[in-house]
């Protein structure tokens, strides 16, 4: 079975561009979430896809969106980028909406906003 | 509200020792706890998942216990190795959408 693949690896954007990050989910996963985590810091939930839809929300602004697609997969978008959104976005896929059978993470983006 | 703290913080130990990290946790109604792994600027590697039907869970050398009532759980590391060096976090679900993580226990493994 494959695990949750993450891309890019790492990029480097300036303060008031967007970025998309992308997520496939391991195989037989139909649910997304993305943290944000900083340095030092566990991460932080930002959302979570089921269904295609948003299935809950941590405490992050607007400008952090998201989507999934039927496959699964899910993007993660950051619109008018700030120094603070540096951090490294982890992905991770589960089952059925909920972390009963636990989470499987990604490998990670690591953004740098200059 | 949730909120899950992990002692030590840090911990530097030579090869050889077992270890013992801990994780606490506020609410104590979580259907399970994950232990991770995660190397320097990596992803997170899961090491166990103890449902909360379960006390304990074992994988090679690591066992994570869990109690509920006490809001603890506890990740044993036996005869540890350099290769165990890695920062290990704690994680309960919440709200059934998302994880709640510990700040994590650096851990670092002399030969």
């Known amino acids: 079975e494959t695990g949750v693949t993450q891309s890019p690896t790492h990029l480097i954007k300036t303060r008031g561009q967007q970025v998309t990050l992308r997520c496939s989910s391991q195989s037989g996963h139909n649910t997304v979430s993305w943290y944000q985590q900083a340095l030092g810091q566990g991460p932080q939930f930002i959302f979570q896809y089921y269904r295609e839809e948003e299935n809950g929300r941590g405490n992050f602004p607007p400008r952090f969106s998201g989507l999934q697609f039927p496959n699964y997969s899910s993007e993660l978008n950051v619109n008018a980028l700030e120094l603070d959104d540096s951090a490294l976005y982890l992905c991770?896929?589960?089952?059925?909406?909920?972390?009963?059978?636990?989470?499987?993470f990604g490998s990670g983006t690591r953004l740098t906003v200059v | 509200k949730q909120e899950v703290t992990q002692i030590p913080a840090a911990l530097s130990v030579p090869e050889g020792e077992n270890l013992v990290l801990n994780c606490s946790f506020t609410?104590?109604?979580?259907?399970?706890l994950q232990w991770f792994r995660q190397d320097p600027g990596k992803g997170l590697t899961s090491l166990l998942l103890?449902?909360?039907?379960?006390r304990e869970q074992t994988s090679g050398r690591l066992n994570a216990s869990l109690d509920k009532s006490s809001g603890r759980s506890t990740l044993y590391i036996a005869a540890s190795q350099p290769g165990d060096s890695a920062t290990y976090l704690c994680a309960v679900p919440y709200n059934t959408d998302k994880l709640i993580f510990g700040t994590g226990t650096r851990l670092q493994v002399f030969p």
């Open positions: 991770a896929s589960s089952h059925a909406g909920q972390g009963y059978y636990g989470y499987t």
């Open positions: 103890i449902q909360s039907s379960q």
């Open positions: 609410d104590s109604a979580i259907y399970n």
